[in-house]
């Protein structure tokens, strides 16, 4: 028996011997063509379930079993490899699925790790599906440090951002390398760009003073906006989503892949609708994009993005007191009783007649009301007369604006040390934004007791207005009609692997016009405006579409001037920029007669 035994464990030594000789220790590390490194990245033992992931620093260990022959490398936006199993240390190169996206990084002038010394954080496609949905893109940027980013009065496109304290302001936007940022005021209005989040491959925030090569970098930061590129392989999605609101949303895209080994082309299209989530915030949009790729030849190639989306939205612009949503949540932020007195909570029961819960809660919007008189008028936006969004009840908040964005991306190889990047871009806009003008009629009977704020009362608006032929108080549109047109082209000198230094131009020429028209007479057949120095007599009377309060028609033209260099080895890296920029403006008052002159 002890013999049995002896010769038992024997066997079992020799065959966990064997065993272990038979696996294959595999070490290494996974970066990108850029040399940083990959965390996250999976690895696998083709044809078992065997597997691993990359460590922080990229570095990853497996142990691979008898007859194993390839490992999987696989990372999302990257190209999926195999490589041959072999003993020892095996480092691996992931590079983009689409190697576009490397030559729009360089337009984009993204930051990268280790090498460009400025604090950023990316956002990959990944994070983008799962944390953002089908809210505004900024919303997704709170992942990263130093962001804050809100919905605002939650409409569709209303949400804003900060970096670092900085508002939008003093944030450079840009999409594909091109900034978006309003020439007059740069601010950026994220309902012009509804389907870009759909389009989205990866975002870069670069905070404080950035790498991005305009002649004015912006002081808070620089988010950095990258699109698909066109597909090299063909095929398509389809993909509905519902939400609360009543919100439904379908997306459709497809890919012709590469023809030819030359052209390829991406397209996608979007439509969604809601009634919102806070009251009256109803949301209309079709939104679409297109990428294209063209390979003249191996030193050339030439890109075309477009996007842009068409939008009507309801919006809630005024803020609240806390107290106005919740005397509790108020209470428990140190709110004392005469706050309370003073901002009760919205009752349902006077302003939504349709909510059981007699409290509006969160969704309290004084942006609307409801219209009971039999008032059917038409409503003029975008040039022509469009039938009122309801029947039931009248916003003075709405936002409707079209602006399509195109960029023509050129890549140059001169030499092996001297590339050039050059893009072309034009950006229109048509639209603007509702609100009231005049004398408008507020309800104020049923007390602060049982709404927090005023709201317009459109019956007794209406009653004043039908009383005599001039409409007192009325519904005007602010409009903003623009276009930009603009080149960015850089030269990059590459002196050693060590130090390279870029140079470059950033030109731009906008004109913009301002002007308030009438929206909705609200059951008036006139309004009287007198400030146009250039109408006479029944010329003061105004009806749907004609201008009221202002007109005036602004050009902004931008030259500027920048050169980067960049000094990096394994301990040391030394970055930077110098820019200038020349400006010009003109304004010219449609309003207002020439000094000394009976002509404009």
């Known amino acids: ?246 919100f439904m949303k379908m997306t459709l895209s497809g890919n012709t892949g590469l023809i030819n080994d030359k052209f390829a082309l991406s397209a996608s299209l979007v439509g969604k609708q809601g009634s919102g989530l806070i009251d009256a915030t109803f949301t209309k949009a079709f939104a679409y994009y297109l990428g294209s790729s063209y390979k003249v030849n191996k030193n050339h190639k030439l890109e075309l993005f477009v996007v842009g989306a068409a939008q009507l939205h309801g919006q809630n612009l005024y803020k609240q007191n806390v107290a106005a949503y919740s005397h509790d949540y108020a209470t428990e932020l140190g709110a004392d009783d005469s706050t309370l007195l003073k901002f009760p909570e919205a009752d349902a029961s006077v302003l939504y007649p349709n909510y059981s819960d007699a409290k509006a809660g969160r969704f309290y919007n004084e942006n609307w009301s409801p219209i009971t008189v039999d008032y059917t008028g038409n409503q003029w936006w975008n040039g022509k007369e469009h039938s009122r969004n309801n029947d039931n009840y009248m916003s003075e908040r709405e936002n409707f604006y079209h602006k399509p964005l195109a960029n023509l991306n050129w890549y140059a190889t001169w030499s092996p040390k001297v590339k050039q990047y050059t893009t072309l871009y034009y950006s229109g806009g048509t639209g603007g934004g509702s609100g009231t003008y005049g004398h408008m009629q507020y309800n104020y009977n049923a007390g602060i007791y049982d709404s927090p704020s005023r709201f317009v009362s459109w019956d007794e608006t209406y009653n004043n207005n039908t009383a005599s032929d001039t409409a007192f108080g009325i519904l ?93 080895t394994s301990k040391f890296t030394a970055y930077g920029t110098f820019g200038h920029s020349f400006i010009k403006y003109t304004y010219t008052n449609h309003f207002k007669k020439a000094e000394g002159s009976d002509n404009e």
């Open 476 to 568: 005007r549109n602010s409009v903003n009609n623009q276009w930009t047109i603009g080149a960015i082209s850089r030269a990059q000198i590459l002196f050693s692997d060590k130090f390279k230094a870029q140079i470059g131009v950033d030109w731009r020429t906008a004109k913009i016009d301002h002007f308030r028209e009438v929206r909705d007479l609200v059951g008036g057949k006139f309004f009287y405006y007198d400030g146009n120095e250039f109408d006479s007599g029944s010329d003061y009377n105004k009806v749907l579409g004609d201008k009221i309060a202002y007109h005036f028609t602004n050009t902004v033209d931008w030259m500027g001037y920048f050169a980067q260099a960049e000094y990096n």
């Open 1 to 246: 028996m002890r013999k049995l035994n002896k010769l038992l464990m024997l066997v079992t030594f020799v065959f966990f011997t064997a065993f272990t000789f038979a696996q294959t220790s595999v070490n290494g590390t996974v970066t990108a063509d850029d040399g940083s490194a990959l965390p996250g990245v999976t690895v696998m033992v083709k044809g078992t379930t065997v597997g691993t992931v990359s460590d922080a620093n990229g570095k990853y260990k497996i142990e691979a079993p008898a007859g194993a022959q390839f490992l999987v490398f696989s990372y999302v936006g990257m190209a999926t490899q195999e490589v041959a199993v072999k003993a020892g240390t095996v480092d691996v190169t992931m590079l983009p699925e689409n190697a576009e996206l490397v030559e729009i990084f360089v337009v984009a002038d993204r930051a990268k790790e280790r090498e460009t010394p400025v604090a950023f954080s990316d956002v990959d496609k990944k994070d983008i599906e799962q944390q953002l949905g089908s809210r505004d893109l900024p919303l997704v940027m709170n992942m990263t440090p130093s962001v804050y980013s809100t919905a605002g009065g939650g409409g569709a496109g209303d949400a804003r951002i900060n970096v670092r304290g900085f508002n939008q302001r003093n944030v450079a936007i840009m999409i594909n390398g091109v900034p978006v940022n309003d020439m007059e005021n740069g601010w950026v209005y994220w309902s012009n760009w509804d389907g870009v989040a759909d389009a989205t491959s990866s975002i870069q925030m670069q905070r404080g003073l950035s790498a991005v090569n305009l002649a004015t970098p912006s002081i808070g930061g620089t988010m950095n906006i990258i699109t698909s590129p066109a597909d090299k392989k063909a095929g398509g999605t389809a993909k509905l989503e519902y939400g609360s609101g009543d």
